[in-house]
C-alpha cells in the first residue's frame, strides 16, 4: 500500500509489469478482407436464420388458426348427427312396431286385461276403443273376464293394430300404440340431449 501524502486516500499497490507488449503482426489486406467477409458472412447468417425462424414461427401460428377456423363447423356436427341418428332410429322403430302389430296385435288383449284390473272399482259402463282388426280377438277375450257385458268395443280407424283408448264415466286412458311410443321416445329423447350436454 501506498499512502499518498497529498491524498487522504488509500491506494492498492500492484505488480508492475515488466513484458512490454508486442504489436500484433501486420496481416496483410487480402487476410483482412477475408476475415472481414467471414464475420459478415457469419452475421447475416445469424440474422438470416433468425429472421427465417420467426417468419416460421408466423407461419405456425397461422397454420393453426386456419386449421382451427376449419374445425368449428364440425364442432357441433357430432351432436347434430347424434340428433338425427336417434330421430332416424325412433322413426325405423315406429314403422317396425306398426308393422308387427299389423301382423300380430295380441298385445291389446294384454292391454285389455290390465286397464280391466286396474278399472274394477269403477262404477258404471267402460267404453274400449279399438282397432277394427283387434274387435273380433278382444269380443272373444272379454268373454273370459268377469262381468263381460261391463264392456263395450267401440271401433276406432284411427287407432294403430295393438292399441286401445279407455274411456269411463270418470276418466279416459290413451294406450294407443302412438301414445307409448310416444312416451318411451320422448324419454330417450331427454337421455341422448342429457348426455349431448353433460
Known sequence: MILSDDKAVIERW???FFETPQEPASAAPEEIEAEAQARGFKMGQWQGMEAGREQADRLVRDIEALLEQMTRPFAGLDQTVTRELTRIAMTAARHIVRRELILDSEVVCDL????????????????????PRDRARLVEFSSTLA??????????????????RIKTPISFVDASVEQRMDAVFSRLEASVEAQLDG
Open 14 to 16: 500492484q505488480v508492475p
Open 112 to 131: 285389455f286385461a290390465e286397464a280391466v284390473a286396474t278399472l274394477s272399482s269403477v262404477e258404471g259402463a267402460i267404453e274400449v276403443f279399438v282397432n
Open 147 to 164: 262381468e263381460p257385458g261391463r264392456y263395450r268395443l267401440i271401433d276406432d280407424a284411427s287407432l294403430s293394430p295393438g292399441g286401445c
